[in-house]
């Protein structure tokens, strides 16, 4: 007889033998026993976990001499034909090259006569999402009612693309990938079946590349025993299937951790050259730094390592990271990973990584302003000091600037803060009081108009960042060369002051909108009170005064009428009682007065 592969030869003849699937091996045993199998099932999941195999055994369990049983005797004639594939009973349908409606037609003639020598005629439809649309439509009828002495097993890899209407007619099972311990336990046994020593590390190497199928497993094995010479050795594992030893992965992770550039792009070069595909290294290296972080985590679950192992080096280059910098290695060989599937270029992405890695601080923080000698705290406290007083100015900044106050409360000062002398707002802004009594001096009502009517759009020209600065703020007297801004806030008219630029490109819109430039002259709310209060009863007093002397004057006294009418009719307008009732029902930043 000619040479079988090993998937073939050591296929699973019952439930027994079987690696894994205990859900499945057990939901199926029960209904065999108890004689309530389906007359429809459907096997789904990833390669080379075991459903066809399953679908034989069921199919000889099922027609077994001794039935009802939970295993197949395989001693029986019916059982040794099932194996052997001849039995007349038992079809095996390949979907994948026979998936047009007129296969399915000839099946659908054949199903209505009875079983030539078993009990049951088994129909296993492999690859059954390959049929085509028709071909479904022609099976739906016949799968929901097929005569009492009929079974069909559909076998897919892809049931998303089967129709709902047929999977609702079936019992579904879905299989899982197998874990590496059932892997390695199956190909232990075929080593020991054909007296081959081996290195158990070498089968972890093809258990991991096998990625949880037994078949892709014992193809490799078949593979790496024709290789090898009289051992199983971990270096014939390696070079049959493309793996990296675990000694590489140590010495990129530690030339990473003392921030080696120059080595790890060597060793990446070497890998390159030996054939190695960069897609697959960025997965193991993934793995690999997994293994770390569950070293340093969860040192008890030493069986979850699939790259590392819980030796004395690699605990050691487990604690040269944090779990931070780790958690940042595996995010940044993710996305790379991604950007990889996409380019013709993935060695390029592979070294960028690699030094993006190298850059992030991979050292465990050391406890310096706790546990640091008296010496070293005597250098850096000047410093922390100084930070931790510019923190508190910023946070009573931030502060005051939400509660909306006038003052700043002075911070309470610590033992080692540095002393920064708190006042109140005003007195660290100059007032310009003469600027501003000139201008009232020559207000009208004529360019203070003028001025709140461009004041919206000349704000909606400013940038974000500056408009919010004269929110604010409302202009309240205005002659022809200058007008006068009052702030709400004293801290806002202080900033408003020393950002120039601000004050240059206001006044430029404005200009552009009333056809006139206007100087800004910036006064808080409480300082505006007093010196419009104080021009009032200077200019009351001087036309008394004017009365009484002469006429020569008419001409000052008129200018003082108008200026007098002008912030009168401002302060009426602000002592208004309606306009009091309202702020006080809304607040003064919901009201507008309009004349």
Known sequence: MSYQAFYRVYRPQSFKEMSGQSHIKRTLQNALLAGKTTHAYLFSGPRGTGKTSTAKIFAKTINCEHAPTAEPCNECATCKSITNGSHPDVIEFDAASNSSVDEIRDIIEKVRFAPASARYKVYIIDEVHMLSTSAFNAL?????EPPPHVVFILATTEPHKIPATIISRCQRFDFKRLSTTDILERMKLVLEEIDLPYDEQALKVIAKSAA???RDALSMLDQVVSFSAEKLTLEDSLFVTGSISQDIFYTLAENLAKGDVANV?????????????????????????????LIQSAPDLSDLLELATTDEKFLTLANEFTMDTLYSYIDVLSKTQQEMRLSLHAKVYLETALLKMSQINHKRPKQAYVTSSSENMDVEMPQLVEMQSKIAALESLVQQLQVGGNTVQPQPQ???QAKRPRAKANTGFNVPVGRIQEVLKVATKQDIQSIKSAWAESLNRLPKSQSALLEDAEPVAASASAFVLKFKYDIHCQMAVENQELISHFSQHLAEM??????????????????????IQHHNSDKVEDNETDKETSTGEQKAEVVQSILEDEQLLSEDPLVVEAEKLFGKDFITIEE
């Open 414 to 416: 610590g033992s080692g």
């Open 265 to 293: 792009l060597d060793v990446l070069e070497q890998l390159m050259d030996e054939g190695k595909d960069a897609v697959r290294l960025s997965e193991d290296l993934i793995t690999f730094f997994r293994d770390l972080l």
């Open 514 to 535: 009333t056809g006139n430039y206007y100087q800004v002259i910036c006064v808080p709310e409480e300082n505006w009170q007093r010196i419009r209060a104080d021009f």
């Open 140 to 144: 739906l009828k016949t799968l929901e």
């Open 212 to 214: 949880g199928g037994m």
